[in-house]
């Protein structure tokens, strides 16, 4: 399996019936296909509105996603202005957020908007839902093409937010964040926590019963 | 998730000493009927949030009238004269929050921000005790927070799913409150099926309504 | 002539084809009456509307001006929340307010909300109007009923807004108050500067040309 | 008040130097019109508020491609590479602003408040040089308004009167710009007389608008 979708494979196990979602662009956008059965949530996307769905059919005048692209609406979504969409986001109306990551270090803080020099695009929403969202997880390869670990004591590259991380699931583990610590809660199948410390740049403790996992 | 209650689910939601906000504008706009179950209730030392006490049979002045009720943040008192004369007896604490501020620290309340500067009451007795700041050269207060333990909303329709639509000048506090509380309730005249309010004309969206019961006059 | 039709009509003069007006309770509501042919103004009320007008058949359900009692809508009226309706009113997108007033003083102060000890109803939006509406007419009575001036140096009540009135006019006079004076613009057909000086408790200037009331 | 104008009279509204707020969300609720106008007017040294500076031939992308915009204040730029290559030849400064507190500081703008207290930037780069306060606790960033010479709006439909629906997403942030500016110029599909748009659907008031002009495709 591909890593990006053990990845999505593993977030869609944290999302519960009735949540309310904001996904980030790339990976986290694979999550809806993994919901278990019986799980239905709301995506929220921050252009505007509630009830993002796929695209069904031909693409209908003004319904696309934060990316500009062509998209579908749930039944029962609800349309409003960008300051009402922040209203919600940062309001704690939003469960869950799921975003990409650059960084992610044990103080729970997130880099994933910028290489200095090198890429500026721009925050856009995503410090906000980082700082707004009752629940952080973070969706991210383990490492970077090069091999260096995203993982670390603290971000070297500028912060999206401080301290709101609370989940993140890469191909290989899966750490939540407290009190300053990485605990790590699983493994992926086949993959030994000292292939998970090989690949971290932080210490991690271990959860009480380290479990493999769940990718239904 | 079925968000459709019956009303004897609707009295046990409430406790003692709960902060409540209420949607309304002398009596328009406020859910006669959760008030109702709330007088009938006997929970007490509440405070209430809201544009006004209305008067003595309307919006939530029964409330005020049944001694349910130990402070009030409000704009306006001026129709209801019970609630000034429990405010001169001691039996009630008011604080009048000029309207427009009381809006904005109620969407602050429900969208995770600190507080705002506005320019209303500078210069008045609004000002006493809170932190004045010049931006541009023009004086500014901090004016902050507020949020309940829950919120009780009249909408005209609303869909299974909890979508709201208010009816003409009842909108006014309703769908800012629908932000700011832990458990936000909601009196509707008109229950119809998901998909039949167009998405654009969304007043309320359902992420933000926890329970629908339905008018008892509708 | 009452007085209060005389304050009602000349304030009426003040107002411009296009404009957006919220006007208080009481007197304030007399002036659409007289408004001169040909011009239209739009009517704010801050419970939620633009377009407010008189009440004509059976009331409407919702449909009630910010004192709570039935009214009706004009041609092309807008609804919307508390939140966005103080925003028409504080940024500056309301033209004029006309309201009532117990007070008012050489520095452009109001006090219209409050008796300490007697009378405690609340400031309502008043503080919102007279902080933000864009020009601050007071139209109100020259003497209380005990014969006390209500013009004077400084306020003795409670201030609903400091420094934010532009136009005062009583069934005696019109002043304008720029600079830290009262400045006589004109007086009520049949009265003399000298009643109202005797009447007012500032001293005041003199306009370059001090006319009469206009009450078409 | 007739504010039904034509294509013609909408370019000379236009002078170099301007702040111009617009609507859209990588291009969609943009009017594709007036920015056609502006590109075609050659007026200069424009700053452009709005939330992203869409791709090169979508939204106001032409405005950045074609050098007459000297600042942009937007939440996005990764979308259009023209941007990021004028920001780093020193031809164009981007104030990069998180999406949430810009539609926040615009909406100060236009409801006459001074700024507004948020959590989006604490312990990031975007608190550099701001007041920083504690509420209860937490820390928040005093963000502060941002105001407009003028707001080019697109809507789907607009009665003669002004009144004006968006649809579906291309509502964003058009509807929060028409509070900020001066002047309010607005491109829409479909014009309606007085009375045909429902007042519990509106979604800007008339009297927020001043100029209205009709879509070309239409």
Same mark, same amino acid.
């Given at each position: 399996?591909?890593?990006?979708?053990?990845?999505?494979?593993?977030?869609?196990?944290? #999302?519960?019936?009735?949540?309310?979602?904001?996904?980030?662009?790339?990976?986290?956008?694979?999550?809806?296909?993994?919901?278990?059965?019986?799980?239905?949530?709301?995506?929220?996307?921050?252009?505007?509105?509630?009830?993002?769905?796929?695209?069904?059919?031909? *693409?209908?005048?003004?319904?696309?996603?934060?990316?500009?692209?062509?998209?579908?609406?749930? *039944?029962?979504?609800?349309?409003?202005?960008?300051?009402?969409?922040?209203?919600?986001?940062?309001?704690?109306?939003?469960?869950?957020?799921? #975003?990409?990551?650059?960084?992610?270090?044990?103080?729970?803080?997130?880099?994933?908007?910028?290489?200095?020099?090198?890429?500026?695009?721009?925050?856009?929403?995503?410090?906000?839902?980082?700082?707004?969202?009752?629940?952080?997880?973070?969706?991210?390869?383990?490492?970077?093409?090069?091999?260096?670990?995203?993982?670390?004591?603290?971000?070297?590259?500028?912060?999206?937010?401080?301290?709101?991380?609370?989940?993140?699931?890469?191909?290989?583990?899966?750490?939540?964040?407290?009190?300053?610590?990485?605990?790590?809660?699983?493994?992926? *199948?086949?993959?030994?926590?000292?292939?998970?410390?090989?690949?971290?740049?932080?210490?991690?403790?271990?959860?009480?019963?380290?479990?493999?996992?769940?990718?239904? | 998730?079925? =968000?459709?209650?019956?009303?004897?689910?609707?009295?046990?939601?409430?406790?003692?000493?709960?902060?409540?906000?209420? !949607?309304?504008?002398?009596?328009? !706009?406020?859910?006669?009927?959760?008030?109702? /179950?709330?007088?009938?209730?006997?929970?007490?030392?509440?405070?209430?949030?809201?544009?006004?006490?209305?008067?003595?049979?309307?919006?939530?002045?029964?409330? /005020?009238?049944?001694?349910?009720?130990?402070?009030?943040?409000?704009?306006?008192?001026?129709?209801?004269?019970?609630?000034? =004369?429990?405010?001169?007896?001691?039996?009630?604490?008011?604080?009048?929050?000029?309207?427009?501020?009381?809006?904005?620290?109620?969407?602050?309340?429900?969208?995770?921000?600190? !507080?705002?500067?506005?320019?209303? !009451?500078?210069?008045?007795?609004?000002?006493?005790? =809170?932190? =004045?700041?010049?931006?541009?050269?023009?004086?500014?207060?901090?004016?902050?927070?507020?949020?309940?333990?829950?919120?009780?909303?009249?909408?005209?329709?609303?869909?299974?799913?909890?979508?709201?639509?208010?009816?003409?000048?009842?909108?006014?506090?309703?769908?800012?409150?629908?932000?700011?509380?832990?458990?936000?309730?909601?009196?509707?005249?008109?229950?119809?099926? /998901?998909?039949?309010?167009?998405?654009?004309?969304?007043?309320?969206?359902?992420?933000?309504?926890?329970?629908?019961?339905?008018?008892?006059?509708?």
């Amino acid at each position: 399996m591909e890593a990006k979708e053990i990845i999505a494979r593993r977030v869609a196990q944290e #999302l519960k019936e009735g949540y309310v979602v904001n996904l980030g662009i790339g990976l986290p956008t694979m999550v809806p296909r993994f919901l278990p059965k019986g799980v239905n949530i709301t995506l929220q996307s921050e252009n505007g509105f509630l009830g993002l769905g796929p695209l069904e059919g031909e *693409p209908m005048p003004g319904v696309v996603n934060a990316g500009g692209v062509p998209c579908g609406l749930a *039944p029962g979504a609800a349309m409003f202005d960008s300051a009402t969409s922040f209203a919600l986001i940062r309001g704690g109306h939003v469960d869950v957020t799921v #975003l990409g990551g650059l960084q992610v270090d044990e103080e729970g803080s997130l880099a994933n908007w910028m290489v200095p020099g090198k890429m500026v695009p721009g925050m856009g929403g995503a410090m906000d839902l980082v700082s707004g969202a009752r629940k952080v997880i973070v969706a991210m390869e383990h490492c970077t093409k090069e091999g260096e670990t995203r993982i670390l004591e603290r971000c070297s590259l500028p912060l999206t937010a401080k301290s709101r991380v609370s989940l993140v699931v890469t191909e290989l583990a899966v750490f939540s964040i407290s009190h300053g610590e990485f605990v790590l809660l699983e493994t992926a *199948p086949g993959i030994s926590v000292e292939t998970v410390r090989e690949k971290t740049g932080a210490r991690f403790a271990m959860a009480d019963k380290v479990g493999e996992m769940a990718l239904a | 998730m079925n =968000k459709i209650v019956q009303w004897p689910e609707i009295g046990p939601l409430f406790r003692d000493g709960m902060t409540v906000m209420f !949607g309304g504008f002398m009596g328009v !706009g406020t859910p006669l009927g959760i008030v109702a /179950v709330l007088r009938e209730s006997r929970v007490g030392q509440l405070t209430l949030i809201g544009n006004d006490t209305a008067m003595p049979e309307a919006g939530v002045g029964p409330l /005020v009238a049944s001694g349910q009720v130990s402070r009030v943040i409000v704009s306006h008192i001026g129709t209801n004269p019970a609630t000034g =004369k429990k405010m001169i007896a001691g039996e009630l604490d008011v604080d009048l929050v000029p309207q427009g501020t009381l809006i904005e620290r109620i969407r602050c309340g429900g969208s995770g921000l600190g !507080g705002v500067l506005t320019p209303t !009451g500078v210069g008045t007795v609004v000002e006493e005790g =809170k932190t =004045k700041m010049a931006v541009g050269g023009k004086e500014y207060l901090l004016e902050l927070p507020l949020r309940a333990d829950i919120a009780i909303i009249k909408a005209k329709r609303a869909d299974r799913a909890g979508n709201l639509v208010y009816e003409r000048a009842a909108r006014n506090f309703n769908p800012v409150i629908a932000f700011a509380a832990d458990l936000v309730i909601v009196e509707v005249d008109e229950l119809v099926e /998901v998909g039949e309010i167009d998405p654009d004309m969304v007043m309320t969206p359902a992420a933000l309504v926890d329970k629908i019961v339905l008018s008892q006059g509708a």
